[in-house]
C-alpha cells in the first residue's frame, strides 16, 4: 500500500489474501470478494 500511495496510484486491499483490514483502513479499495474487482472498472 505504501508503494502505490508512492507512486499515486490507488490501493485495492484483498481480504481473501489478507483476511484483516488492520493497518489497511486507508485502502482506497477494499475487496470482500474476487467479483468486488468488476466494480473498479466503474471507478
Known amino acids: 500500500m505504501q508503494c502505490a ?3 499515486g496510484v490507488k490501493f ?3 481480504l481473501w ?3 484483516t483490514v488492520e493497518r489497511f483502513e486507508s ?3 477494499i ?3 474476487p467479483k468486488d474487482i468488476l466494480t473498479l ?3
Do not use: T
Open 27 to 29: 485502502a482506497d479499495y
Open 12 to 14: 485495492a486491499l484483498a
Open 31 to 33: 475487496l470482500k470478494e
Open 5 to 7: 500511495k508512492s507512486a
Open 17 to 19: 489474501g489478507s483476511k
Open 41 to 43: 472498472v466503474r471507478n
